[in-house]
Structure formats: structure tokens, C-alpha cells
């Protein structure tokens, strides 16, 4: 069931590659689409959460023990130019590691899989994205060993509805919920979700910004808690004013990320590190075609 579901996904990307290309390319030879997007990498329409930990964004990061690898795909379906409007679907997949140390050696906790389906739409300052995807979690076996926690079966298919407004001074809000569609084991199926993203214009250079972005999660299947992410940092750019890197402090209080760890808590502060892909894939579809 998984590696179908992961099959479709990549031929639906592959049959809407030439889409795509077009689509970038009359952004690179118009200023119209162009301002579409402002500052949105690659063409998206809508960015995915900064201070979301489960979201498997287009980067490669490490920090508090946790490595992740996402790629987005976004592909161009439909632009208006007149009313600065668009519709887009693309594919979203990760890999999230998790890993702990015991004494001088490292192991591995577990490992999620993502894999999704995103249709955004933007207009204006207003944009919003709803998602069908899967997750899948798997326990490391020497984790399993140490701590004595019991491995189960877990994966699950939801369905998100995010909307975001851009305000002035550089300050964008989103929110919205998620509802699982399937989810093993049975658990409650409704989330909701809220969170910022602050460039001050002061704290900013040519090829640097600093933000502030926030997120705050509560989720019905650990009875209302509320999870929440702060992350304080500075954002490289090139110098067509896409992201590349951020280096980050990070402060995280809630249930652990990872599937079948999802009624522990936990709290950490520390730093990441992470590197944006965006540029690179864009690059490369455009010499390609």
C-alpha cells in the first residue's frame, strides 16, 4: 500500500513536469508572475511553516539530535496574471531521523517517511495550501532495546487545510486544521494549527535576514496539549533573494516528533542548522529544459 502510494506520487510529479518548466521560465521573463511570488522559492505559492517540526519541507537539517531530508515540488497548473492569482499541485516527501547516545554510542530512535500531495492557491497577500498525505514511523531496534519501549504498528493518511495572510513589515499568520482520514491505531483525528513569521526590515542585509517564526500545534489525540516551536535565527539568500541556509536557536516543548513516540513530551533548546534545496532543484529543472 505504501510503495504504491509513494509510485503515484512520482508519476503525477513526472506528468506535470513540463508544467512546471513553463511556468518557470515565464517567471523568469516576466515581472508580473514574477510578483506572484515575491520572495517564495522556486515559484511556491504557499511556504511551508518555518517552526513546524513534522513538516517535510524542501532542506536538509540537523540539530537536537534529529536529521531531516525533504523536497518540494511545486508545479504550476494555472496563473493569472491579471489578478495576480494561481493555483498549484505538487509532490512533498521527507525522511525524519531521530536519533540518542548512550555513553559513546549512537542509535537510532526512529524514523518517519512522508509523503503528500499539496494543492496550493494564492491571490494577493493571501494564500493557502491543502494537503493529502501519509505518514509512516518506524522504531530503531536498539532504541527498542535500551529504553524497553514496546514497537507498534503506526501510520496514518491526513488531510490539512492551511490558510496565511502576509501583513505589513514583513510579518506573516497562518492557521488552520487537519483531520486524519485513516490513522493506526485509533486515536482522536483533529489538530489545529497556528503560527508567525517575522522578517524585521532593520535586521537585514544583502544577503541576510533575520526572522523570528513561531508554531503552535494542538491535537486532539493527546487530549488538547498544546505543542509549541519558537525558532530565533538569521537566513542566507542568493542574491536573487531565495533562501539557502538558516542558522537557528530552537526551543520545542511538546509531544515527540515522531510516530509512534507520540504520547511522550519533551523540551529542548538548542541550535540547527539547516540548508535549503529549493535553489539547487530549480536550477536544475531549468537547465535541463
Known amino acids: ?23 518557470q521560465n515565464d517567471s523568469a521573463n516576466s515581472s508580473s508572475t514574477s510578483s506572484l511570488s515575491g520572495n517564495l522559492t522556486a515559484g511556491q505559492f504557499f511556504l511551508p511553516p518555518m517552526a513546524d517540526q513534522t513538516e517535510p519541507a524542501d532542506r536538509v537539517r540537523y540539530g537536537g539530535g534529529q536529521i531531516d531530508f525533504g523536497l518540494a515540488l511545486p508545479l504550476t497548473v494555472y496563473t493569472s496574471l491579471g489578478q495576480r492569482s494561481g493555483w498549484q499541485i505538487g509532490f512533498l516527501g521527507g525522511i525524519v531521523a531521530g536519533f540518542g547516545s548512550l555513553r559513546t554510542t549512537l542509535y537510532l530512535k526512529s524514523a518517519d517517511f512522508h509523503a503528500g500531495i499539496p494543492v496550493s492557491f494564492r491571490k494577493g497577500k493571501f494564500s493557502a495550501r491543502v494537503q493529502f498525505y501519509h505518514v509512516s514511523s518506524h522504531l530503531g531496534g536498539d532504541y527498542a532495546e535500551i529504553s524497553g519501549f514496546q514497537p507498534f504498528h503506526y501510520s496514518r493518511e491526513e488531510l490539512q487545510g492551511l490558510v496565511a495572510y502576509d501583513l505589513p513589515h514583513h510579518l506573516r499568520i497562518y492557521g488552520g486544521p487537519r483531520v486524519l482520514v485513516r490513522t493506526f491505531p485509533h486515536v482522536g483525528r483533529w489538530t489545529f494549527q497556528a503560527g508567525t513569521e517575522w522578517f524585521p526590515a532593520r535586521l537585514a542585509g544583502h544577503h ?32 536573487k533573494g531565495e533562501p ?3 542558522l537557528e536557536a530552537w526551543f520545542y516543548s511538546g509531544q515527540e516528533p515522531f510516530g509512534e513516540l507520540y504520547t511522550q513530551r519533551e523540551r529542548v ?21
Open 244 to 246: 539557502v541556509a538558516r
Open 269 to 289: 533548546i538548542g541550535a540547527q542548522l539547516i540548508f535549503t534545496l529549493a535553489p539547487a532543484v530549480k536550477s536544475l529543472i531549468l537547465h535541463r529544459h
Open 208 to 239: 541576510w535576514k533575520f526572522y523570528l517564526a513561531d508554531d503552535f500545534q494542538t491535537r486532539q489525540e493527546v487530549a488538547w496539549q498544546t505543542n509549541i516551536s519558537v525558532e530565533p535565527g538569521i537566513q542566507w539568500t542568493t542574491r
Open 1 to 23: 500500500m505504501k510503495r504504491g502510494f509513494l509510485v503515484a506520487c512520482c508519476a503525477l510529479a513526472l506528468t506535470f513536469r513540463p508544467t512546471c518548466a513553463r511556468a
